[in-house]
């Protein structure tokens, strides 16, 4: 059974860096490609962006200029960063695998 779990701060001051780690269990993060993907409240699902099996990454195009993805296949895990966020970054980030399946979410807050 392949599981997804997100982890990271709850709360990021304005400006700052959101780090979250997508911990894989189950599944070789070398298998498949591994999303990234946002809600902000109200609103809907907001891909951000992707790394794949090979480990290239990919970006929203509203989001490539602060998106960081990267990976450790020795720990098998995944990790976004986010810089310089602002209110509108709040929201449950998720990560997932259209193939394996999705994460719980983890909610992020924004703000001072």
């Known amino acids: 059974q392949v599981q997804l779990q997100e982890s990271g701060p709850g709360l990021v001051k304005p400006s700052q860096t959101l780090s979250l780690t997508c911990t894989v269990s189950g599944a070789s993060i070398t298998s498949v490609n591994w999303e990234w993907i946002r809600q902000p409240p109200g609103k809907g699902l907001e891909w951000m962006g992707a790394?794949?099996?090979?480990?290239?990454?990919w970006y929203s195009p509203s989001l490539e200029s602060r998106m960081s993805l990267s990976r450790d296949t020795s720990k098998n895990r995944f990790t976004l960063q986010l810089n310089s966020v602002t209110p509108e970054d709040t929201g449950v980030y998720y990560c997932a695998s259209w193939q394996l399946g999705w994460g719980q979410g983890t909610q992020v807050t924004v703000s001072s």
């Open positions: 790394i794949t099996d090979g480990g290239r990454v």
